[in-house]
């Protein structure tokens, strides 16, 4: 079946501007989390949505939101950009039936600010 | 607060020899472990998990071993394999305590980069 497809792959923004990342989960996974990697910080939770609803959120300001719609895709927004943003975002999905904590990650979606 | 630690940032071994990985935590909430395994230029892949029930669990060549007391956690390769050069990341949720409703919350280590020389 379909791995976790998210997109764009690369993307260039410039300090001040807003991105939005798509992430369409595994069929049938209805949790979806978001994570930063940064070569300094690691991977860093995000935020979750479980049929639609944020279920955990991490420690990130405001600036970084998201959205999941009826069919389990996800989005993520981050407004007002700044250098430190770069980073890899990650989009993971769950379901019950595949363990707990048990992940499958797309490639993610490597932001670049200028 | 760096609640999940992996101190070693790279680890170099042979061929058919046994690769260890540690990871340290310090929040005592964690009840359920995993491991982690990246390629570049992938998302990171499911390797073995381990709850805080257990001290050892096991599956195929790749052995899981808790020590709650220690707050250690640690990731045996045996043998190695030139394929299973990546990056290894431990992971800590306490998914037990939130009663199945963070299937997605972890807290990952900085990642060790494991090298196996053919």
């Known amino acids: 079946k379909a791995g976790v497809t998210q997109t764009p792959r690369y993307l260039i923004k410039t300090r001040g501007q807003q991105v939005t990342l798509s992430c369409s989960p595994i069929?049938?996974?209805?949790?979806v989390s978001w994570y930063q990697q940064t070569p300094g910080q690691g991977l860093q939770f995000l935020f979750e949505?479980?049929?639609?609803?944020?279920?955990n959120k991490g420690n990130f300001p405001g600036r970084f939101s998201g959205r999941q719609f009826s069919n389990s895709r996800s989005e993520m927004n981050v407004s007002t950009l700044e250098l430190g943003d770069s980073a890899l975002y990650l989009c993971?999905?769950?379901?019950?039936?595949?363990?707990?904590?048990?992940?499958?990650f797309g490639a993610g979606s490597r932001l670049t600010v200028l | 607060d760096q609640q999940v630690k992996q101190n070693s940032p790279s680890l170099s071994v042979q061929e058919g020899r046994i690769s260890i990985l540690n990871c340290d935590y310090t929040?005592?909430?964690?009840?359920?472990f995993l491991w982690y395994k990246k390629y570049p230029a992938e998302g990171p892949t499911f390797l073995i998990s381990?709850?805080?029930?257990?001290d050892k669990n096991e599956d195929g060549r790749f052995t899981v071993f808790l020590n709650k007391s220690a707050k250690h956690l640690s990731l045996h390769i045996v043998p190695s394999q030139p394929g299973d050069s990546a990056v290894y990341f431990c992971?800590?949720?306490?998914?037990?305590?939130?009663?199945?409703?963070?299937?997605?919350?972890?807290?990952f280590g900085q990642g060790t980069i494991l090298t196996v020389h053919p």
């Open positions: 992971a800590a949720s306490a998914f037990l305590r939130a009663g199945g409703t963070s299937y997605g919350k972890l807290t």
């Open positions: 381990i709850s805080s029930i257990k």
């Open positions: 069929s049938g996974h209805r949790s």
């Open positions: 929040n005592s909430m964690f009840d359920y």
């Open positions: 949505y479980f049929s639609e609803t944020q279920r």
């Open positions: 993971a999905s769950s379901s019950t039936g595949s363990g707990a904590n048990v992940l499958t």
